[in-house]
């Protein structure tokens, strides 16, 4: 049977405390004069012991936290695989199997696209991921038309989500940004889908690009549940998600905004989390324009 460690960790440090004060009576008895150096290197040690015995505490608590996002993980990505892949499956079978029209034949290719792209998304944020882990950077940098960048994004995910338009955007032309291309397109391409992701069906979010102040800022605005801001900072850790693990409905895999953070950073770039008013919330990335070139 497991056993928890912690269970053997306090059995020891009561044992420990109780040999102490055991220990310290004995101490006093044999020598009275010195009662109060015997109390105060007493009440030290405990001290001592209550901090470790915290730290240890709270690493392992922040341990099983970080196994239980992991495993949330893993149960996601084998969702985010399985359901497009049945999706695409089922679309090609249909098409072989029934004399369709080029119409519907059409529609099918269409949606089975659409899901291989959400497979090929998944699977870039995890090489993403496993690279930042492994090297802590990218240097594959080069100049690039960022507005360009952004309005394939765009694009590409206003097709996937709704037939009227979901996604606006304001993105001033001609942005060259000097960095890792795939990299960047990801942020725009992940902080955008998670504005849809966290949104109601068919809300609109708000996609802003533009360079003003010797800064280039990219803004994604949604009226979605918006983030409370105890959690504001650790959105950004690895496998993290807003709310319960056991109650969440919302599909994903705790890498997106993690990828974000880390590309940013690599770039020398700035994120902020902002409620949006009357709700929802805004990102925004400010690139400084003097390291677009460096």
Known sequence: M???PLIIFYALLIYV??????????????????????????????LLLAVGAYKIHQAHKEEER????QRNFL???????KSPLASIKLYIETILKRNLDKERQEAFLKNSLRDIE??????????????YDKIHSLNSKEKFNFSQAVEKVVSRLQANVCDNRVLLAEIE?????????????????????????????????????????????L???????????EEKQRIFDKFYRVGDE????????????????????????HIEVKNNIPSGTIFQVTFNTYRKYA
């Open 219 to 229: 803004k994604v605005i949604d009226r979605g549940v918006g983030i409370p801001d």
């Open 118 to 131: 959400r497979l090929h998304d998944l699977l870039e944020n995890m090489l993403l991921a496993s690279r």
């Open 17 to 46: 405390t109780t040999q102490l004060f055991w220990w310290s009576v004995l101490l006093i008895r044999f020598e009275p004069t010195k009662k109060t150096m015997i109390i105060g290197e007493v009440a030290v040690f405990l």
């Open 75 to 81: 149960l996601s990505v084998t969702h985010e695989l």
């Open 173 to 217: 032309p001609n942005i060259n940004m000097f960095g890792d291309a795939f990299a960047l397109t990801s942020v725009a391409s992940n902080l955008i889908e998670n504005a849809i992701k966290y949104s109601p069906k068919c809300e609109q979010v708000l996609v802003q690009l533009v360079e003003s102040h010797h800064q280039v800022i």
């Open 2 to 4: 497991k056993q928890n």
């Open 66 to 69: 970080l196994n239980a996002r």
């Open 246 to 269: 056991n109650t969440r409905s919302t599909k994903g895999t705790g890498l997106g905004l993690f990828i974000v953070k880390q590309v940013l950073d690599n770039h020398q770039a």
